[in-house]
């Protein structure tokens, strides 16, 4: 795990003029007149960097993290519950990388779209660099957490840590939790961006409550649901 935190905060240190080129993309240009961001103290650029650096790390230590705990775990679970969640460890770097990128094409777009146009007719954005990073990397980070929903769902009904009949109960409450979600992730926590939140959200439920359905028990799957 030191090795490969070592590595990526190397690489991203290295790298670091493509990172920050990278990650404000999004915002189209617009975090100031010249359409680059701005740092107002002499220590911000320098202190950014280190923090990219440790988050590059800890993105590449993270698989590593991972297998360490599932190897830790392993002996606490049946053979079954073993190859289960071994099958889809790999599906869950897949979901988190699915949902960064709906957080860096779509929503971080669309938000920054609308806060960087907002009253331009009476003063003009002069958006700082790590104010700017903080936001993206908070979007990127959650939507990629809240994207392994499908997987949780399945997991926790395969290993028998929650029933079906309560996934499938709790489905009446789904999209008014999925908007309120939608409004605090989102950085403008309008009806719009909400909504580009909220149905992905209830998707990922259905998704998750096919997922859950499969994983039930073979007593379970001989009642009527």
């Given at each position: ?74 002996p606490l679970l049946s053979k079954k519950q073993g190859q289960s969640v071994a099958i889809f460890l790999p599906a869950v ?133």
């Amino acid at each position: 795990m030191l090795v490969a935190f070592g590595l990526g905060s190397s690489l991203t240190w290295y790298f670091r003029k493509t990172v920050i080129a990278w990650l404000i993309l999004p915002a189209g240009g617009q975090l100031s007149a010249t359409g680059r961001p701005v740092f107002t103290n002499p220590t911000e650029m320098f202190s950014l960097t280190v923090h990219l650096a440790i988050v590059g790390g800890c993105v590449v230590a993270a698989p590593m993290l991972v297998y360490q705990v599932f190897r830790f775990l392993r002996p606490l679970l049946s053979k079954k519950q073993g190859q289960s969640v071994a099958i889809f460890l790999p599906a869950v770097l897949v979901c988190f990388l699915g949902g960064a990128s709906f957080a860096y094409f779509v929503l971080l777009p669309t938000g920054l779209q609308f806060l960087l146009q907002f009253g331009t007719d009476v003063a003009d954005p002069m958006i700082r660099l790590t104010e700017y990073m903080d936001l993206a990397l908070a979007m990127l980070f959650w939507l990629g957490v809240v994207f392994e929903l499908p997987l949780v769902m399945f997991l926790v009904v395969k290993l028998r840590i929650v029933e079906y009949k309560r996934v499938r109960g709790f489905r009446k409450y789904v999209p008014l939790a999925a908007f309120i979600l939608g409004a605090l992730l989102t950085p403008t926590a309008d009806i719009v961006n909400a909504t580009l939140v909220a149905l992905p959200l209830m998707v990922l439920y259905e998704v998750g409550a096919f997922l859950a359905w499969l994983a039930r028990p073979r007593q379970q799957r001989l009642e009527r649901d």
